[in-house]
């Protein structure tokens, strides 16, 4: 069974351009959720998407922003990037994420911003 | 999500047992302890769960306090690829979505 996908795994930008990374859940899971580290804070949970909606949101600005397809694969994006968001960017994917559940997480996209 | 409380950091020598801790005291009824691990680059990789039992699965046991302020996860033989950062998480995971909220964790060195 194939594991959570990401692409790509290495970005680099300038400040004010916008990204947009993806996620390939484990097949037949249907949330994804995303997550920020940085060496400063740690991992920082962003957002959790379940049959496309938007479930439950971390305390991150408007620039953040992601969207679950009906194939479950999820994409996020981030727009007006600055110099601290400089990350590597999670995603975790479960089979239903509620009760009892554990996360698969895939190798990250390391995004770095110049 | 409860605070947990790990150590910085620990030593461990190949083939004997590790045994990190976590204190967990202002756990809820509805809330599990969950371990995770995080090898340099690469994203976590989950190890066990539990609630008020203890657990033992493949890679690891789960021992939970009576009152549940604190647990311990073993690896019974470590080897050098157990090297990395283990996080001890405390999540209600109920109906509707959860998060994971992680801490510093403890960065495992297993010794040759």
């Known amino acids: 069974k194939a594991g959570v996908t990401q692409t790509p795994r290495y970005l680099i930008k300038t400040r004010g351009q916008q990204v947009t990374l993806s996620c390939s859940p484990i097949s037949g899971h249907r949330s994804v959720s995303w997550y920020q580290q940085t060496p400063g804070q740690g991992l920082q949970f962003l957002f959790e998407y379940f049959s496309e909606t938007q479930r439950n949101k971390g305390n991150f600005p408007g620039r953040f922003s992601g969207r679950q397809f009906s194939n479950s694969r999820s994409e996020m994006n981030v727009s007006t990037l600055e110099l601290g968001d400089s990350a590597l960017y999670l995603c975790a994917s479960s089979f239903s994420a509620g009760i009892n559940e554990k996360l698969f997480f895939g190798s990250g996209t390391q995004l770095s911003v110049l | 999500d409860a605070k947990t409380t790990q150590p910085t950091s620990m030593d461990c020598a190949e083939g004997r047992a590790a045994n990190l801790p976590c204190n967990h005291s202002t756990i809820s009824g509805n809330e599990y302890v969950y371990w995770y691990r995080q090898i340099h680059s690469q994203g976590p990789q989950y190890i066990i769960h539990?609630?008020?039992n203890n657990e033992t699965n493949e890679m690891a046991s789960l021992i939970i306090t009576e009152d549940r302020k604190s647990s311990t996860l073993i690896l019974p033989h470590a080897t050098l690829r157990d090297t990395a950062v283990y996080y001890c998480?405390?999540?209600?995971?109920?109906?509707?979505?959860?998060?994971?909220?992680f801490g510093k964790g403890t960065k495992l060195s297993v010794i040759p």
């Open positions: 539990g609630l008020k």
């Open positions: 998480i405390v999540t209600y995971s109920g109906a509707g979505s959860y998060q994971l909220t």
